[in-house]
């Protein structure tokens, strides 16, 4: 039997569009639409949701903070949604083919 893995609710956000989600961060170039590029930054294991930098953002990723606008919290729904239209590449991918 399969069980499937409650989510804490500590770990949900509350989205205007889909409710209680599971939540991530995006940087602000992806959430303002400038980035062309989205690295999907995987979750811990047994959780859901991701975070997503652009590829600006992913190389110096210690300089973000959601209080100085560099993050900004997502539902996961909502952050699949931004990065739709934007090539999207796992974060071992994309560390593979930019050295």
Same mark, same amino acid.
């Given at each position: 039997m399969h069980r499937r893995r409650k989510i804490a609710h500590g770990h949900l956000v509350t989205c205007r569009r889909h409710?209680?989600? #599971? +939540?991530?961060?995006?940087c602000r170039h992806i959430? =303002?639409?400038s980035a062309r590029v989205a690295v999907?930054?995987?979750?811990? #294991? +047994?959780?859901?949701g991701?975070?997503?930098?652009? =590829?600006?953002?992913?190389?110096?990723p210690w300089d973000l903070q959601v209080g100085n606008g560099g993050l900004v919290a997502a539902?996961?729904?909502?952050a699949r949604k931004g990065t739709?239209?934007?090539q999207v590449f796992d974060l071992d991918e994309y560390a593979r083919s930019n050295p």
């Open positions: 409710g209680k989600s #599971p +939540g991530g961060v995006v959430h =303002d639409g999907r930054i995987p979750p811990p #294991p +047994g959780e859901e991701s975070d997503y930098l652009c =590829d600006r953002c992913v190389r110096h539902c996961m729904w909502c739709q239209h934007m």
